[in-house]
């Protein structure tokens, strides 16, 4: 057996030897001794513990030290009745305290009782019970909010279960210290008793064993009772103390000495008042001058003793603070916050944070978030997070986008006007501020609220500035969505097919296709305006001829005309006839006789004097389309289309290439012209 076993077991027998056995009034003077410095440590180890599970066993020792105090009771007891002579520690308390007088010694005893039994007991029975019925309450909404830190990452299942044991710790200590207050309270009730039958049988042992005067037996006896009492009684209330220390302990991280007086005296303006007023009651009133206008000085000058200390604090905080600012700079680790690139910005002049600050009305964030579900919806992928920041480097009422922290466009807003824009069939003009919508590069006028109603009458569109924006920010996206489609998003995506869909994502990665591979095919989807929503039948696709090319050029062919229907609904209105630029057939030979093919893939050899004719040609039939109000389409043959599209992409952006394949069968196509070279 450990040694704090011993010495534990050995306390318990003690007790219990004591409740048997006559112990001798020198080594119950021991026993009082030890049972008082017991009563002491079990206080101040309360009271400067950090939390309440510091003293789990709390109730244990209440227990014990309640067992221990009745076994000396009825010890002391034994030894009044019989010897008259409890040893010096009950003697010296039954006069030293009463002053040697009986009358006094009754009325110290009948107090202290009744501070212990009515306040402390009382009120630590009470919190007990309470704390512990709250606690309970709480234990669900405690796991839930472990639960969901659980789900979210935010925490380990080792920190999620350190957690859950804590819980369950607090409401067994709180609900064992709901009725272990039962014993501090029973304790008092006993002692009460004892200290009746004390006096009642000392006074009959006296008168009719040992043949003393009533008056006599009275005073000795009473003396002895009422030592018995207070030497028992004191650790009693001592050990009361502790418990309601225990159960009202508002803080579980502060030591509570310096928490007690700062919260008490740590007020300069208090201080002050409370100085104020005691000194002015020594001045008015008939009370000790002296006493009170030293107190009232004494109070003043502690608070301005601890004005000091908080400016002294204060000024120390904000140098230290500079300091660890200046420290952090300094440390090259610290750089690595510096690489950090966000994938979408939009920086706005001060004139524009308004529009962003949901306390002067603006709902641009809300924007910014239903752009990023507009975008989810139609392009099938998320968008990164959007980060929105004021720079003071920018004209008031300008705003820039950047992509990977470089700009890539710009835009200028007045605040408190409205943007109309003519859809080209209002003949009549309004007066305004010329200038040009900035995702489209529309020529448009900036009107006053006044001019809204009569513009929007005229038939004008007319658009708000936090509409501009989000405009604005969404075609910039839509540009660029492919760029911003990561490795990491693509995981995201194949995991969440592989739910519902196990088997199809095994097959296909990793066996046929990497991350990266499929990444590849997303993004060329992306590049193009294509939805990847429908990931079932584009993995499917990927599936099928993966196993044959891993080309993610060819491979994007093969999964462009699985959804064909997709893109024909996209481009290709229902029960509408389109008008088309087709391709010259003699131009896709000779397409397809300069296609060149290398490890790291296909590229064309065209003359560059045939590159620009034929690019010229794009643009005199296209011109066609537009002057008809159409968009720019081009159809070509299957093989063709992925190397058209190459050939005209840095020319034109919104050129639209489809092949004969991607076309659904019910969709009706007149040609308008013919790209030739």
């Avoid at 010296?92 to 402390?120: A, E, K, N, R």
């Avoid at 206008?293 to 603070?321: C, D, K, P, Y």
Wanted: a negative charge.
């Amino acid at each position: 057996m450990r040694k704090a076993d011993i010495a534990v077991a050995a306390y318990i027998l003690a007790a219990f030897i004591m409740m048997i056995v006559p112990v001798p009034n020198q080594l119950l003077d021991v026993l009082l001794a030890c049972n008082i410095a017991i009563a002491f440590t079990v206080m101040f180890g309360t009271m400067f513990s950090k939390e309440v599970l510091d003293l789990s066993f709390f109730p244990t020792i209440l227990l014990f030290t309640t067992i221990f105090r009745i076994a000396l009771n009825i010890s002391s007891t034994r030894l009044i009745l019989t010897t008259g002579d409890p040893g010096q520690v009950v003697a010296t308390f039954g006069s030293y305290v009463g002053g040697g007088d009986l009358i006094v010694g009754i009325i110290v005893f009948i107090i202290l009782l009744l501070v212990q039994f009515m306040v402390i007991n009382k009120g630590s029975e009470r919190v007990a019970e309470v704390t512990a019925r709250f606690t309970l309450d709480a234990m669900p909404g405690k796991q839930m909010a472990i639960d969901a830190d659980l789900n979210t990452g935010a925490i380990t299942d080792a920190e999620a279960k350190a957690r859950r044991d804590k819980i369950q710790e607090e409401a067994n200590f709180f609900g064992s210290m709901d009725g272990a207050v039962k014993y501090v309270k029973g304790d008092a009730v006993a002692g009460l008793i004892i200290t009746a039958v004390n006096v009642v049988g000392g006074i009959a042992m006296g008168v009719m064993r040992q043949n003393m005067e009533f008056s006599a037996a009275l005073d000795k006896y009473v003396i002895l009772t009422i030592g018995d009492g207070l030497v028992s009684q004191i650790p009693s209330l001592l050990i009361s103390l502790s418990t309601g220390i225990l159960v009202t302990k508002g803080s579980k991280d502060a030591d509570f000495g310096s928490a007690l007086i700062s919260q008490l005296f740590g007020i300069p303006k208090v201080l002050y008042i409370v100085g104020a007023i005691i000194a002015g009651l020594g001045i008015v009133t008939p009370l000790p001058d002296i006493i009170f206008l030293a107190l009232g000085l004494a109070f003043i000058v502690t608070g301005r003793m601890i004005a000091g200390t908080i400016e002294t604090a204060q000024i120390e905080s904000e140098v230290g603070a500079e300091e660890a600012a200046a420290e952090e700079i300094r440390q090259p680790e610290n750089v690595n916050s510096l690489l950090q690139v966000d994938p979408i910005e939009l920086e706005f002049g001060y004139g524009i944070i308004p529009l962003a600050d949901v306390n002067q009305g603006g709902d641009l964030l809300d924007r910014v978030v239903m752009i990023r579900r507009q975008i989810a919806l139609e392009l099938g992928t998320v968008v990164p997070i959007i980060r929105l920041r004021d720079n003071i480097q920018l004209n008031p009422n300008q705003y820039i986008i950047k992509i990977k922290g470089i700009q890539v466009s710009e835009g200028e807003i007045l605040f408190d006007h409205y943007m109309a824009m003519n859809p080209g069939y209002v003949e009549e003009e309004i007066t305004g501020i010329p200038t040009f919508e900035p995702s489209f590069h529309l020529p448009a006028i900036w009107i006053t609220e006044g001019q809204r109603e009569r513009a929007e009458s005229m038939g004008y569109t007319v658009v708000d500035p936090p509409s501009i924006i989000a405009t604005h920010l969404t075609e910039i996206i839509r540009q660029y969505i492919s760029e911003l489609l990561t490795r990491q998003d693509v995981q995201n995506l194949i995991n969440n097919i592989k739910e519902t869909n196990p088997s199809l994502v095994d097959e296909l990665y990793p066996k046929l296709l990497g991350i990266g591979e499929i990444q590849k095919v997303l993004q060329n989807l992306l590049k193009e305006g294509i939805s990847i929503r429908d990931l079932l039948t584009i993995f499917e696709t990927l599936a099928d001829y993966a196993a044959t090319t891993r080309d993610s050029d060819i491979l994007t062919e093969y999964v462009r005309q699985s959804l064909k229907r997709a893109i024909s609904s996209k481009f290709f209105p229902a029960n509408e006839t389109t008008s088309v630029v087709t391709l010259d057939p003699k131009l896709e030979q000779e397409i397809m006789g300069s296609v060149k093919q290398t490890e790291t893939g296909a590229y064309l050899t065209l003359d560059p004097e045939k590159t620009k004719a034929i690019m010229k040609s794009v643009g005199s039939e296209t011109d066609k389309l537009e002057s008809l109000g159409k968009n720019p389409i081009i159809i070509t043959s299957p093989i063709v289309r992925m190397y058209f599209k190459r050939l005209t992409e840095d020319y034109y952006k919104d050129l639209v290439v489809v092949s004969y394949n991607e076309i659904d069968s019910n969709i009706e196509l007149q040609s308008v012209g013919m790209v030739t070279a």
